[in-house]
């Protein structure tokens, strides 16, 4: 009975050493696991541009109007379609281009329209000169709800400067990009046409973006893989006006599409 005793007492310590030593290995674990995604943030920031136009007779010259971010051979920037001007004011010499560094010290390059998705609501930039630090492009069909993210781009835009802004965010749902309306009343020539194409899915995602995020690549925190961008318009009167009126909800459209329109040879 000693015996016994004495086996269960062991057994029990062991048992309390076991639950000490897994407390203080998370404990050791957490600081490293933010140090790592530091260091993600850090090198994901090199890629993410602004998008907008340079005029220099206007004020401020430069005008934001997106996020975008490098891929490929570092002359390939990814954006949003809608954030690409229409028309040009070429009389005056405005030029589309991106915006690279931090703050106030930034620098306007000139960029060209090399590919256009207006479906998935996507624009392939490209630029000349010196490569920017690329980011991968990761197989966003292998990618499961639950999954955490992180996006990076300018909330803000150029209010105050050019400052990265990260947020995470928790892939909520894998969603069609627009559900039919339940009566007649809710259709628009928008949803109409948005219905005549052939659906396809969108990540929904519980973390908040803003009209400057627009463009922001959605990426793995541990890796900086991109599996997505953050859209805003595409859904907007689709779905729910999840970023001009921020509700906790944003969406991205899966890098498939991304690659897709990278392996087009044309526009």
């Known amino acids: 009975m000693i015996a016994r005793n004495r086996i269960y007492r062991n057994a029990l310590t062991l048992r309390w050493a076991a639950l000490l030593l897994g407390g203080l290995l998370c404990v050791a674990q957490t600081p490293a696991r933010a140090a790592d995604f530091s260091k993600t943030i850090a090198t994901v920031k090199q890629s993410v541009v602004g998008v907008g136009t340079h005029q220099r007779t206007r004020s401020p010259a430069i005008r934001f109007v997106a996020t975008g971010f490098a891929v490929g051979d570092g002359l ?149 893989v991109v599996y997505g961008i953050i859209n805003s318009v595409l859904v907007k009167g689709l779905k729910e006006t999840a970023i001009t009126s921020p509700s906790g909800i944003s969406y991205a459209i899966p890098a498939s599409y991304i690659r897709a329109l990278l392996d087009r040879k044309t526009n």
Do not use: C, W
């Open 76 to 224: 390939s920037v990814i954006t949003n379609a809608h954030s690409i001007p229409d028309v040009l004011d070429t009389t005056n010499l405005e030029t589309l281009g991106i915006v690279v560094g931090s703050g106030n010290q930034v620098q306007f390059r000139a960029a060209t329209l090399a590919g256009l998705d207006k479906e998935h609501d996507l624009a392939h930039l490209r630029i000349s000169g010196a490569p920017l630090p690329v980011l991968a492009v990761g197989d966003s069909a292998t990618v499961l709800e639950g999954r955490d993210f992180a996006f990076t781009g300018f909330p803000l835009g150029m209010l105050l400067g050019l400052h990265h802004a990260t947020h995470r965010a928790m892939l909520s749902a894998i969603t069609p990009a627009v559900m039919p309306s339940i009566g007649s009343r809710n259709l628009n020539p928008r949803v109409l046409a948005q219905l005549q194409k052939s659906p396809f899915l969108i990540f929904q995602l519980d973390g908040t973006a803003y009209p400057g995020n627009s463009g922001s690549p959605l990426y793995d925190p541990e890796t900086g």
